[in-house]
């Protein structure tokens, strides 16, 4: 059925990659025992490193260890002979004395000192921020350990390993599995770390700073939690379900939590939402919130993505990064599994539907590309959407094919079988196959080794005479997806008798399936249950989405409301406006926002603003005060001033405010925002959003305030949020200077929403500036965008696109990158590595 095809993607690769595979093995590291000195204050790094090891072939005379950019002083064979070596700045060439043979073990130590410009951060207080705590931390992952530390550094070798770092007594020294000692001596404080399980080597951490900390139990596991002082209240609000995923996570997987503890460390400044550690994850501080915020920000999310990683990532770990989804989707999925084990099956399909947004909108506005993909420049390129939630949606997908006993019995086989070991993506196939007795090849072609997504057209009719209920379906995906699906999916029809349900397998480009159905049906809902990855729409009329709006299915009701936002009817918008208070989920309630937002109709806008004082879920505020954005109209005025002045709305929603304030051009709107820029919000969300809605208004003076706020006085979340805004501001030269400065700022978030601001002024004049960055910058992922917005650039020169449709292009850019920066900084920190 599944004919022969290649998809390999869309602008995804760009000219001269090749394809990756998994590094050869020389030798086989079986223990790493690093004894450093930390310098905090001189940035600085210098000791030495024994790497334990055996030979993997005869006639072994010779081995690589990575380690860039550092000064070796000495390798000696144990810690005796002086053994010749070949420093090229990347990689250590050690000289062994003699050839040794296959299983033969060694021992090498390598001295060395560095100050690493990557891999280890160092957060200080300057002359503009004299509050901010000295702290350092490291980032392993994909390929960073290597610039502190001599190691093998790639993810296909298991060590254990020992940390023994000195650092300034006054600190605390995190690291990975169990606390064997410390000592101090002449004002300086010895930990001595042991991570005795093996794991592969970018997984090792290392934290010091000043920190509060408290401790609890789980089934005989040690919780810890690390935060910055002062912080207790805000740290256990975001910590208390720890537990309870162990829990869930153990219980699913059948698999117990591998190691003896678990360590999650806030640290500031970090360059991620989270980092999977080996029993140590390091959090961005940012996940951190008081009462209020919590009205509508959660880290959930964020730790049970992080967690879940000790089983998927830490215990399994892919061989090389094309199978990064290995790591990542089930991270996500799990993420996931979680939500519907503690809020229920309705945020866990609002939660499927957001990452199926999340990845619809990479696959639209940048690329698409298989999820195991060899070809990158950079590890970090793998790292994207496709990895995230588009693998989550295909496990999740895979799990109602085969059941969710069946599914599990898997998940536990392909754990145990690989525990402490290394997978590709077959393995996890394999074991699907034996727990299942299918054959499951063609599942992974189409969904794992071939680019896209189904795009399902369906439509229904019931005939009077036979009694036969007709449902046509088409697959209408694009050229870059395999023409044909296989695809399982469930229909529910509904009538005045009661509720059937039925399995169809769609297998080719177009099929109808015919069902006896004495009454004319209600409702038909396809995939009600959303259990399948795909895009769905549903020709039917209006008076049958009226109806679906009050399906029991939260994905019917979705579909209910897409189709509805683009009837423009009056029934449409009466119907719509009636839902939006009526509609008890606020998922649908904000996605019925959404859509009214995109009518356009001054009925729409009515309706929403008249929904706005009835709508409790703060998410649905935040979805209608976005949708009035659009909206011109001087009635929106006042009541969006006054949600923006109101302290006791959540942080966020004042946000919104803000920014729709700004979209909508409103009188008045300038004066209230500066008035109250600067006042304290979580994450910095109300100032981030005036300065959002400053940029929207557009003139000189509120250039000015962005300007001022891209300073190096001002936070990073709001230097980079203000950074972002000047790609409102086209064709200004001040402006454009000063994103080329603050494109080689220190910080990471501050270079990325640069680059952002150039993707959105589309100029010419930039393209150098871009181009240097897709060569120079330290982080892959500024390399990747930089690299991509130059390519936009010379796309639209070459054609001299319409200016109007550049400009909707612009504007569409703008909301996505807004949001994108949202989720680096932490607002919705959607497991971000
Ligand atoms: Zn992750």
């Not at 001269?16 to 790094?45: C, N, T």
């Not at 680019?451 to 209408?476: F, V």
């Not at 039925?502 to 069902?515: A, C, D, H, M, N």
């Not at 004066?671 to 005036?690: E, F, M, Q, V």
Request: charged share 30%; glycine share 6%.
């Amino acid at each position: 059925v599944i004919l022969p095809y290649s998809k390999p993607g869309r602008d995804y690769e760009f000219p001269g990659y090749s394809p990756q595979y998994a590094r050869d093995l020389v030798y086989r590291l079986k223990h790493l025992k690093a004894d450093v000195r930390i310098d905090i204050f001189e940035r600085s790094i210098a000791g030495q490193v024994t790497l334990f090891a055996s030979a993997i072939r005869d006639k072994t005379s010779w081995l690589e260890v990575d380690a860039v950019d550092m000064k070796i002083s000495s390798v000696k064979l144990g810690h005796g002979t002086d053994l010749k070596f070949d420093y090229d700045g990347s990689k250590v060439r050690a000289f062994l004395p003699k050839e040794y043979t296959a299983g033969e073990e060694f021992a090498l130590t390598i001295g060395y000192s560095a100050r690493p410009k990557k891999g280890l951060y160092f957060v200080a207080p300057d002359e503009h921020h004299p509050e901010r705590r000295l702290q350092c931390w490291n980032q392993g992952e994909a390929e960073a350990n290597r610039y502190w530390l001599p190691i093998y550094d790639y993810p296909n070798n298991k060590t254990t390993h020992e940390l023994i770092v000195s650092a300034h007594a006054q600190f605390a020294v995190i690291s990975n599995g169990d606390l064997l000692s410390t000592r101090e001596r002449d004002g300086w404080r010895t930990w001595h770390w042991m991570m005795d399980r093996p794991h592969s080597t970018y997984m090792i951490s290392v934290i010091i700073g000043e920190f509060e900390s408290y401790w609890e139990e789980c089934d005989g596991i040690r919780l810890v939690y690390y935060f910055p002082p002062g912080r207790l209240e805000d740290a256990k609000r975001s910590f208390s379900k720890t537990s309870d995923m162990i829990r869930f996570f153990t219980e699913y997987t059948g698999v117990k939590y591998p190691y003896a503890s678990y360590t999650q460390t806030c640290v500031s400044e970090f360059i991620y939402g989270g980092m999977e550690n080996i029993t140590a994850a390091t959090l961005t501080d940012a996940t951190l919130h008081d009462e209020l915020a919590h009205l509508d920000f959660s880290s959930d999310p964020l730790v049970a993505h992080e967690l879940a990683h000790q089983w998927f990532g830490d215990l399994v770990t892919n061989k090389d990064w094309s199978h990064i989804w290995l790591n990542e989707s089930f991270a996500t999925y799990f993420e996931n599994l979680f939500v519907r084990n503690d809020k229920g099956e309705e945020e866990f399909i609002e939660a499927l539907f957001e990452d199926l947004d999340t990845y619809l909108e990479e696959y639209r506005r940048r690329y698409a590309r298989p999820i195991v993909a060899k070809a990158y420049t950079d590890p970090e390129e793998v790292f994207d959407m496709h990895a995230y939630p588009k693998g989550g949606l295909v496990l999740h997908t895979l799990m109602n094919l085969l059941g969710e006993q069946t599914f599990r019995r898997g998940i536990k086989l392909y754990l145990e079988r690989h525990a402490y070991g290394n997978v590709e993506t077959d393995d996890f196939r394999r074991a699907m196959e034996e727990a299942s007795g299918r054959s499951l090849e063609w599942f992974f072609d189409q969904f794992v080794y071939n680019a896209g997504h189904p795009m399902l057209k369906a439509s229904y009719s019931w005939d009077p005479d036979s009694k036969l209920l007709k449902i046509q379906l088409r697959q209408e995906q694009a050229e870059d997806s395999p023409p044909v699906y296989r695809l399982p999916i469930e229909v529910k029809i509904r009538s005045g008798l009661g509720e059937t349900k039925r399995g169809i397998v769609l297998e080719s480009k177009e099929q109808s399936f015919f069902f006896p159905c004495d009454e004319r049906p209600e409702m038909v809902c396809i995939d009600p249950d959303f259990k399948v990855f795909k895009v769905l729409q549903v020709e039917a009329g209006v008076e049958n989405w009226i109806r679906q709006l009050s399906c029991p299915h939260v994905a019917c009701r979705i579909l209910a409301t897409q189709a509805l936002g683009k009837e423009k009817s009056n029934l449409a918008v009466e119907a719509l406006g009636r839902a939006l208070v009526e509609e008890k989920f606020w998922g649908v309630a904000a996605r019925i926002a959404k859509a009214m937002g995109r009518m356009g109709t001054t009925d729409a806008m009515e309706k929403l603003l008249s929904g706005l004082p009835h709508v409790r879920h703060p998410k649905t505020k935040r979805a209608i005060i976005q949708a009035l954005a659009s909206y011109r109209d001087e009635r929106i005025r006042q009541p969006l001033l006054a949600i923006f002045s109101d302290t006791s709305e959540s942080y966020y929603v004042r946000h919104e405010a803000a920014v729709s304030l700004g979209k909508a051009q409103a009188k008045g709107a300038r004066d209230t925002i500066l008035k109250s820029l600067d006042i304290p919000s979580h994450n910095y969300a109300i100032t981030i959003g005036g300065l959002q809605g400053l940029s929207e208004l557009g003139g000189e003076e509120e250039l000015r305030v962005i300007m001022e706020r891209t300073e190096p006085r001002y936070p990073t979340l709001v230097r980079a949020a203000a950074t972002q805004c000047l790609g409102k501001f086209p064709g200004n030269l001040k402006v454009l200077r000063r994103i080329g400065e603050l494109s080689k700022d220190q910080f990471f978030r501050v270079r990325v929403a640069a680059v952002l601001a150039c993707e959105e002024l589309l100029d010419q004049r930039l393209l150098s500036l871009l181009d240097e960055l897709s060569e120079t910058d330290l982080d892959g992922r500024v390399r990747r965008r930089a690299k991509e917005v130059a390519r936009r650039i010379r796309k639209h020169l070459e054609k001299g696109t319409e200016y109007k449709v550049l400009r909707e292009e612009i504007q569409e850019i703008r909301d996505q990158n807004r949001r994108l920066l949202e989720r680096l900084s932490g607002g919705e920190i959607k497991g971000m590595s």
